[in-house]
């Protein structure tokens, strides 16, 4: 059985997702970081960076934090959504990397400065938008020519969707990007994404374009 601590952020729905894509089962812990839950020392003995998600798999008597290395560990551990082949796998790596450095922190920064504080700091404003629309334009460019982000349906699709669906909060109009629309409907669509998605509680729906 495995404890998953989140919340409803996108870097929580990568976990979650991921937990029903592979059927295990798991206990869920809402933590509040709106009410500062992230910094209670319990918490803090799992994820000492004091952030969600965190997973504790007692099979193993572990414990972890940061999304891409939960998201590398259940993948080995079923041997699901990575492939076994040194470049195949490596090609899932790098593009898992790339959401957890790029999609995800600037992702995060337009939602600070564009949905939160507009009009408090253009620079960041313009700076960070026209990150999001690169990183876009990136992907949009990757899915021409690809079904799923590294060959098959993997963790780099996992990882990178959640921060995707929050499209609206980055006044992106997905028509711009019609390969990420339709990678991010196809992945909308599958069952272990609607529920993933609506855990610790229901928030939205899926936003779709
Ligand atoms: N790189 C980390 C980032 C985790 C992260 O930023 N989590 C946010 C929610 S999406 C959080 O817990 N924020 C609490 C805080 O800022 O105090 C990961 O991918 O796990």
Request: aromatic share 12%; charged share 20%.
């Amino acid at each position: 059985m495995i404890d998953l601590y989140t919340w409803t952020t996108p870097n929580g729905r990568k976990v979650s997702i991921m937990l029903e894509e592979l059927g295990l089962p798991y206990t869920v812990h809402p933590v509040d970081i709106g009410k500062g839950a992230q910094f209670t020392s319990t918490f803090l003995e799992i994820s000492p960076n004091n952030r969600i998600p965190a997973i504790v798999d007692h099979e193993n008597n572990f414990s972890l934090f940061e999304s891409g290395a939960i998201l590398l560990y259940l993948a080995e551990k079923t041997g699901k959504l990575m492939p076994k082949e040194l470049k195949a796998r490596y090609r899932v790596v790098e593009w898992l990397m790339w959401q957890m450095g790029g999609i995800g922190p600037m992702l995060g920064q337009v939602h600070h400065f564009v949905k939160y504080h507009p009009g408090k700091a253009p620079y960041a404003e313009q700076r960070y938008t026209k990150e999001a629309h690169r990183l876009y334009g990136v992907l949009d460019k990757l899915l021409a020519d690809h079904e799923y982000m590294a060959g098959d349906y993997s963790i780099a699709d996992v990882a990178t969707w959640p921060w995707i669906s929050r499209f609206e909060w980055q006044q992106i109009d997905l028509s711009k990007y019609p390969n990420v629309k339709r990678w991010y409907i196809a992945i909308s669509n599958r069952p272990a994404v609607q529920k993933g998605y609506q855990i610790p509680k229901k928030v939205t729906e899926i936003p779709m374009p």
